[in-house]
């Protein structure tokens, strides 16, 4: 169901490019394409509102069909670039509309094995401003916004779980914000 493009070819030089990643370890892949249309298959799920104290936005459940072919084909290729044993993945769908934004966090947590998280943003209905995926460089001292990456239509976004690599979704300013994000496991 999903298509590597050209840009995943070379994997010594994603392998090299992963591990100098800045501020943490991470990947943008802009060639990364389902081979059947994704919203289709979305057409049928149910999202719902979520809301707490660092998040509001709207998500579907575990959409384990998807989940399932996006780590078959996914997996081999990320396990190699990132030295991670990652062999599966879990994805949901996500909606952010105006007002909705998710602060920084990260989304290590003990217990659940999540090596790898990943943004795939899929084209909007309606023209975006803000919900940039931010990135954040952490010292002793001080946490400081290190990158903003946007969330162009067909873009994959990986980067390493761990206790350092917050993130954040920014607010969304107009337009709406789709995509299927998640995490990939041993």
């Known amino acids: 169901m999903w298509s590597l493009g050209p840009g995943w070819r070379d994997e010594a030089a994603l392998a090299a490019a992963w591990r100098e990643a800045q501020p943490f370890p991470h990947l943008v892949f802009d060639d990364v394409v389902p081979a059947t249309p994704v919203l289709d298959v979305l057409d049928d799920e149910a999202v719902v509102r979520q809301e707490g104290d660092i998040f509001c936005f709207e ?3 575990d959409l384990h069909e998807l989940s399932a072919s996006f780590g078959a084909v996914l997996a081999p290729p990320l396990a190699r670039i990132t030295g991670k044993p990652v062999t599966r993945a879990e994805l ?3 909606a952010y509309r105006p007002g909705h934004y998710l ?3 990260s989304d290590h947590q003990d217990g ?3 090596l790898l998280a990943f943004a795939y943003y899929l084209p909007s209905p309606e023209p975006l401003t803000g919900g940039e995926l931010e990135l ?3 010292t002793p001292e001080r946490i400081d916004s290190a990158l903003l990456i946007s969330p162009e239509a067909n873009r994959l976004v990986v980067f390493d779980v761990s206790d350092v690599s917050l993130h954040q979704v920014r607010e ?3 337009g709406l914000r789709l ?3 998640g995490w990939f496991y041993p």
């Open 112 to 114: 659940l094995e999540r």
């Open 136 to 138: 954040y460089r952490q």
């Open 59 to 61: 998500a579907s459940g």
């Open 92 to 94: 949901r769908a996500y």
């Open 179 to 181: 995509s299927l994000a």
């Open 103 to 105: 602060l920084p966090h």
């Open 172 to 174: 969304v300013l107009a």
